[in-house]
């Protein structure tokens, strides 16, 4: 049995803790899963990485229920100008893109928030 581990540049980063801001966010995976705390539902998990400034490589977790359309929209029209009823989309197309999030620490949870969302701008 090895006692031993190794740590990546983000697992180092993991904690740390970003002040109130506007953050450029790169995409970098997200996963499906069943919901925490009602399986039924299902959960996205959208693995982010701070692209620029200070802060640049911190990773930040951002989770949408299935149940939270709105939020769903938000996230989507970072990356599509108008979405249109009916029509089907996948978050797939955010993979290896940018966009900007507003970030606050969440110290009962000990770790960053994304709160809000937006397409990619000059400002962040």
């Known amino acids: 049995m090895s006692l031993e581990i190794t740590f990546t540049q983000a697992d180092l980063l993991r904690n740390t803790q970003l002040p109130a801001s506007w953050y450029r966010l790169k995409v970098?995976?997200?996963e499906e899963k069943a919901g925490k705390s009602d399986p039924t539902s299902t959960t996205y998990h959208i693995t982010c990485q701070v692209e620029s400034g200070?802060?640049?490589?911190?990773?930040?977790m951002f989770y949408i229920s299935k149940k939270q359309v709105g939020r769903i929209i938000e996230f989507i029209t970072c990356f599509v100008d108008s979405p249109e009823p009916g029509r089907t989309y996948s978050l797939e197309i955010s993979k290896g893109r940018s966009f900007d999030g507003w970030i606050t620490y969440d110290p009962d949870m000990k770790w960053n928030s994304i709160?809000?969302?937006?397409?990619?701008?000059a400002a962040a």
């Open 28 to 30: 970098l995976d997200i």
């Open 54 to 60: 200070a802060m640049k490589g911190v990773p930040v």
């Open 115 to 121: 709160g809000s969302v937006r397409a990619a701008s």
